[in-house]
């Protein structure tokens, strides 16, 4: 299965192109927060590049701006490429194929971010970013420890 969800920043507008044959297609970046912070006590991002083609691209182009919170859906994709001064070099690249975009953050932040468009949602975290808070207040009291290598499966 090849299944992507991340929750960020754009790093910029989203710029739309075309392709020779009249395709519409986005590229963008999006800054995702780390969850545990590093020895300075700071939490540093990852710069995930995304590519959206089609009614999504128009979409992403129409109602996103930099620095607007977004939750992306997709698939990872990878490639690779030689280097056009030197033939010896190949470089490989990894992106977020974009299936589904959604609004993140406050009503009048989205508001501002598209110039007043009526397409507004509020989101929440992913489902997966709530798991570590469900195992802090459980009672594991009712499971047994097993100790060595008598697994029973």
């Given amino acids: 299965m090849n299944k992507v969800i991340i929750m960020g920043r754009l790093t910029a507008d989203p710029e739309l192109r075309q392709t020779q044959s ?33 009614q999504t691209a128009e979409f992403i182009n129409r109602n996103f701006r930099k620095g607007q919170m977004t939750a992306i859906e997709g698939t990872l994709r990878t490639g690779r490429y030689q280097d056009k001064n030197h033939s010896d070099v190949t470089h490989y690249t990894t992106d977020i194929l974009v299936e589904n975009v959604e609004f993140c953050g406050s009503k009048s932040d989205n508001q501002t971010a598209r110039n007043n468009s009526s397409e507004t949602q509020n989101c929440a975290p992913p489902q997966a970013a709530t798991t570590q808070n469900q195992y802090e207040n459980a009672n594991f009291a009712d499971f047994e420890e097993i100790l060595g290598d008598d697994a029973p499966f």
């Avoid at 999006?30 to 991002?45: D, H, L, M, T």
């Fill in 22 to 54: 009249g395709i519409s297609t986005c590229r963008f970046n999006v800054a995702v927060n780390r969850r545990i912070k590093n020895e300075q006590g700071e939490y540093e991002a990852d710069f995930i590049s995304c590519q959206a083609w089609r």
